[in-house]
């Protein structure tokens, strides 16, 4: 096995997505939960920011480490196709826990769930940042800095969807395990594909879906007005 070395930006950028960003999550999952009595339009930047910073900085680490992240070559059309049977499964496999998560009233589906015209606009946008963003650093950046530092892709990518999987915490342990999964599956599409293309934009759609069908659902139990206002629910 051979050991590369990163320069400290590289060491930095590791440190701080496989480090600081699980545990802080982890450490204010309950503060962050309190965003789901906000209405999407008033927390749309608190949500968006860290997608650009993130994007950002996995961008520019990998700029100054040689890392290729938008090879030239369009994917091919079986990469396509695979990433579609891809996104058809994982909404098959996910979406009866959306639905339940809502039935079970876990207050973290108020976040996803964009509640009229203006809402479901932002929320686009807010998958197309995810899209592009967590895919350039939990599929692109990561795994490949972690693999020059291993020798070996393969903890590079156990230790990248752990990453992925914590910073999603907020969702909480069951939903954890289930993007675990989920972003294994994100990785083999990159590696079919052979680029990070196929990736984003299967991850932008997934977004989108998710956000329109934890509305849906919640609609259809009667958690949300049909004209698009937040019913609020008694506590006590």
Same mark, same amino acid.
């Given at each position: 096995?051979?050991?590369?070395? @990163? +320069?400290?930006? $590289? #060491?930095?950028?590791?440190?701080?997505?496989? %480090?600081?960003?699980?545990?802080?999550?982890?450490?204010?999952?309950?503060?962050?939960?309190?965003?789901? +009595?906000?209405?999407?339009?008033?927390?749309?930047?608190?949500?968006?920011?860290?997608?650009?910073?993130?994007?950002?900085?996995?961008?520019?680490?990998?700029? !100054?480490?040689? &890392?290729?992240?938008?090879?030239?070559?369009?994917? +091919?059309?079986?990469? #396509?196709?695979?990433?579609?049977?891809?996104? *058809?499964?994982?909404?098959? /496999?996910?979406?009866?826990?959306?639905?339940? +998560?809502?039935?079970?009233?876990?207050?973290? #589906?108020?976040? !996803?769930?964009?509640?009229?015209?203006?809402?479901? *606009?932002?929320?686009?946008?807010? =998958?197309?940042?995810?899209? &592009?963003?967590?895919?350039? %650093?939990?599929?692109?950046?990561?795994?490949?800095?972690?693999?020059?530092?291993?020798?070996?892709? @393969?903890?590079?990518? /156990?230790? =990248?969807? /752990?990453? !992925?999987?914590?910073?999603?915490? @907020?969702?909480?342990?069951?939903?954890?395990?289930?993007?675990?999964?989920?972003?294994?599956? !994100?990785?083999?599409?990159? *590696?079919? =594909? $052979?680029?990070?293309?196929?990736?984003? %934009?299967?991850?932008?759609?997934?977004?989108?879906?998710?956000?329109?069908?934890?509305?849906? *659902?919640?609609?259809?139990?009667?958690?949300?007005?049909?004209?698009?206002?937040? @019913?609020?629910? =008694?506590?006590?």
């Amino acid at each position: 096995m051979t050991f590369g070395h @990163i +320069s400290p930006l $590289g #060491w930095a950028f590791v440190v701080f997505v496989t %480090v600081i960003v699980p545990w802080a999550v982890l450490r204010n999952r309950e503060s962050a939960l309190l965003m789901a +009595s906000i209405p999407l339009d008033r927390r749309f930047y608190a949500m968006l920011m860290p997608q650009l910073f993130l994007g950002s900085l996995a961008t520019l680490t990998c700029f !100054f480490e040689g &890392i290729e992240l938008f090879p030239p070559r369009a994917p +091919s059309a079986s990469s #396509w196709f695979a990433g579609t049977i891809f996104l *058809f499964a994982a909404l098959a /496999v996910v979406r009866p826990h959306w639905r339940r +998560s809502i039935e079970e009233r876990e207050p973290t #589906w108020r976040l !996803f769930a964009p509640t009229n015209r203006r809402e479901r *606009f932002m929320w686009v946008i807010l =998958s197309l940042s995810a899209g &592009i963003g967590e895919e350039l %650093v939990w599929r692109g950046a990561l795994p490949a800095l972690l693999a020059t530092l291993s020798g070996s892709l @393969i903890p590079a990518i /156990v230790l =990248s969807v /752990v990453s !992925f999987a914590l910073a999603h915490a @907020i969702q909480g342990l069951r939903s954890v395990l289930a993007i675990g999964t989920i972003a294994v599956a !994100f990785h083999a599409v990159m *590696f079919i =594909s $052979g680029s990070l293309y196929v990736g984003m %934009v299967v991850h932008f759609v997934y977004d989108v879906i998710a956000g329109l069908t934890y509305a849906k *659902f919640a609609r259809d139990l009667g958690l949300l007005a049909p004209e698009d206002r937040w @019913i609020r629910e =008694s506590v006590g």
